[in-house]
C-alpha cells in the first residue's frame, strides 16, 4: 500500500510517516521547498517538493492509495490571516480535489479540536458540539473550521474522508515547538515560565494521534470527526507532572488574563506599526483564556485510539529536546 501525505515535515506528520513505516506502507511525503528535513532525515520515504495549492499535485499523488492529509499552516499571528485561509482553506480544497482525480481510495483528513470550539465553563464537549464561527478565536480556529467543512463538502460528493480532529499532542519530533503544545514543556525547560495562566486543556501522546490517523483509515466512517485527545488537565497540573519528571520547580503564581491581553495587544497591535517584531500573539491569549476539555471516547470505541499515559509523553518530550540541545 502506497500512502501519500502532506505536513510529512511537520510535528504530528514525522510521527505518523514513522509509524507507516513500521506498518510496511510505502510513503510519498509532499514537502514545501522551504521545509526543514530533520524529520524525514534517514526515513526510506519517497519526498516530492511542491505546495497545497499546486495545480499538478493529482499528478504527483499517481500510484498511491490512501492519502493522510495534516499540512496546516499554524499560526496564532493576525498578520497571517491571509496564509491561513490560503494554505488551510483553498489547500484543502485543492488537495482533496487532487486526491480524487488521482484516483486516491480513502483519505484521513487531519483537522482539529481548533475546528469544533470550545464549551462554556470548562464542559468538556464531544464531536456533537459546535460553537459558532463567529465565536471560534482567531482567524487560525476560523481556518481550521472551514477547511474541515471542505472535507464534509468532498464526503456528500461520494469521496471517502474521514476526519480527526487531534486534541493537544505533546512528545517527540516537534521541531518548531507548537505553541501549545511541546512549546510549554521547552519554556518550562528553560525556565522561561515565572507565572502561569489559569487555563486548561486536553492532552495526548502525539504517537497515540498518529495511531489514531492509521486506524480512522482502517475502521472510520465516511464523512465523521474523530476527536483524537486524552486527559483533560489544568496547566497547572501539567506543570506539577513535568516538574516531577525533571525535578524542577514549577511555576507558583498565577497571573490574571487582563494582563497578558493588554500586553499582546501593544506588542500585536501597536508595536508592529513601528517596525518590530511581536513576541505575544493576542489570539493566543484569548485562546487561552478558554478551558478547552474534549471527550475522546467515541475515537477510544470504534476506533480503538490508544491512551498512552501523558506522563510518559512530557518524559519522553524531555528527553527529546534535552538530547537535540533544544533547552540550552
Known amino acids: 500500500m502506497r500512502a501519500f501525505v502532506t505536513g510529512g515535515t511537520g510535528f504530528i506528520g514525522a510521527n505518523l510517516i514513522r509509524l507507516l513505516l513500521q506498518e510496511g506502507y510505502q510513503v510519498k511525503a509532499l514537502v514545501r521547498p522551504t521545509s526543514r528535513l530533520d524529520n524525514l532525515e534517514g ?46 482553506v483553498m489547500g484543502t480544497r485543492n488537495v482533496l480535489n487532487a486526491a480524487a482525480k488521482a484516483g486516491i481510495e480513502r483519505t484521513v483528513y487531519t483537522s482539529s479540536v481548533a475546528a469544533i470550539g470550545a464549551g462554556e465553563n470548562a464542559q468538556v464537549v464531544d464531536e456533537t458540539h459546535q460553537s459558532p464561527v463567529e465565536k471560534l478565536v482567531g482567524d487560525y480556529k476560523k481556518s481550521k473550521f472551514f477547511a474541515e467543512q471542505e472535507a464534509v463538502k468532498a464526503a456528500n460528493f461520494g469521496i471517502d474522508v474521514v476526519i480527526v480532529n487531534p486534541s493537544t499532542p505533546i512528545g517527540p519530533w516537534d521541531i518548531k515547538p507548537t505553541p501549545t503544545g511541546d512549546d510549554i514543556i521547552l519554556r518550562f525547560l528553560r525556565r522561561q515560565m515565572p507565572v502561569y495562566l489559569d487555563t486548561g486543556l486536553n492532552f495526548i501522546d502525539v504517537r497515540d494521534v498518529a495511531s489514531g490517523h492509521l486506524l480512522a483509515l482502517q475502521k472510520g466512517k465516511t464523512g465523521t470527526r474523530y476527536i483524537l485527545g486524552n486527559q483533560n488537565l489544568t496547566l497547572k497540573a501539567l506543570l506539577e507532572q513535568l516538574a516531577q519528571i525533571t525535578g524542577l520547580n514549577p511555576p507558583r503564581r498565577t497571573v490574571p488574563t487582563w494582563l497578558p491581553l493588554s500586553v499582546a495587544w501593544v506588542d500585536e497591535i501597536i508595536l508592529t506599526r513601528f517596525g518590530k517584531s511581536p513576541s505575544v500573539p493576542l489570539d493566543g491569549v484569548r485562546m487561552a483564556h478558554q478551558y478547552m476539555y474534549y471527550d475522546p471516547s467515541k475515537a477510544i470505541r470504534e476506533l480503538g485510539l490508544p491512551q498512552t499515559p501523558i506522563t510518559t509523553a512530557l518524559q519522553d518530550a524531555v528527553e527529546w529536546f534535552s538530547a537535540r540541545g533544544y533547552v540550552n
Open 43 to 88: 526515513l526510506n520515504v519517497e519526498i516530492v517538493t511542491g505546495d497545497l495549492n499546486n495545480p499538478d499535485l493529482s499528478w504527483q499523488m499517481q500510484g498511491c492509495q490512501v492519502l493522510f492529509h495534516t499540512a496546516a499552516h499554524y499560526s496564532l499571528w493576525q498578520a497571517d490571516r491571509e496564509k491561513l485561509y490560503l494554505h488551510n
